[in-house]
């Protein structure tokens, strides 16, 4: 199973202080040091963590996944199409938002992300959309032409006992179908050091897109083993 290791609040906490530290591109080779199979960057409208300078220097360090997260704009299309990342993750983007609240909303922005995911396929860059676990979002999803689908796992992190039960059976069955119709299938949002074993435990899952957790941890373990410990956590698996 990949790990993707998402390094924007690195940049969080470099931009608090306006200065050049710490560096997420820094960051971003030692999480490789430490067994990320990938790394995921944000850049968002408002540059609130990552800046261009830093994707465009990520693509030329990264040697595994680089994979973007950005909103179905213009601007973004234009960036990605130029930098090439390994794989783009449309994600809905609120200003007022702390992190990405939720999945994209397929059923009502259709015809945007449809023509989305056709230049940037056209630009041979695969594509995944970032996606609430129900059923009706990745048959959308398939229907107009994403490569893969991540499934939102917040509302499972957040929950208790028989609620966590019941996000638990939903991404579950979400992957399912996402394998049955041909999409790969990857999970992430709120994932952490005590509730990742059973979103890993399911089968179908190609990778696990997590930064907050790990970050939080490498403050005061460093990347390196907040990393590898994860890494021990969801099965080392490929």
Not at 127 to 137: A, E, R, T
């Amino acid at each position: 199973m990949l790990l993707g290791v998402n390094v924007d609040h690195v940049a969080t906490v470099r931009n608090a202080r306006k200065t050049f530290e710490p560096d997420p591109v820094m960051a971003a080779t030692l999480a490789i040091l430490g067994g990320a199979n990938g790394i995921t960057v944000h850049l968002r409208e408002d540059r609130r963590h990552i800046h261009d300078r830093d994707l465009r220097l990520l693509r030329e360090v990264v040697n595994c996944e680089l994979n973007l997260e950005m909103a179905a704009t213009r601007e973004m299309i234009r960036i990605a199409l130029e930098v090439k990342p390994d794989m783009v993750t449309l994600v809905p983007e609120k200003r007022q938002e702390l992190t990405t609240e939720g999945g994209i909303d397929v059923v009502n922005q259709k015809k945007l992300l449809k023509e989305t995911i056709k230049k940037l396929k056209d630009g041979n860059i695969p594509v995944s959309l970032f996606i609430n676990p129900d059923i009706m979002d990745v048959d959308i999803s398939k229907e107009i032409g994403a490569d893969m689908v991540e499934i939102h796992t917040g509302l499972y992190a957040n929950a208790k006992g028989k609620r966590q039960e019941k996000e638990l059976h939903r991404v579950i069955e979400a992957v399912k179908i996402a394998n049955k119709l041909g999409l790969l299938a990857n999970a992430g949002h709120g994932l952490n050091y005590f509730n990742v074993k059973s979103i890993a435990a399911i089968e179908g899952i190609r990778g696990l897109y997590i930064g907050h957790s790990i970050i939080s941890r490498a403050v005061l373990v460093g990347i390196e083993r907040a990393v590898r410990e994860m890494k021990d956590l969801i099965g080392n698996r490929k």
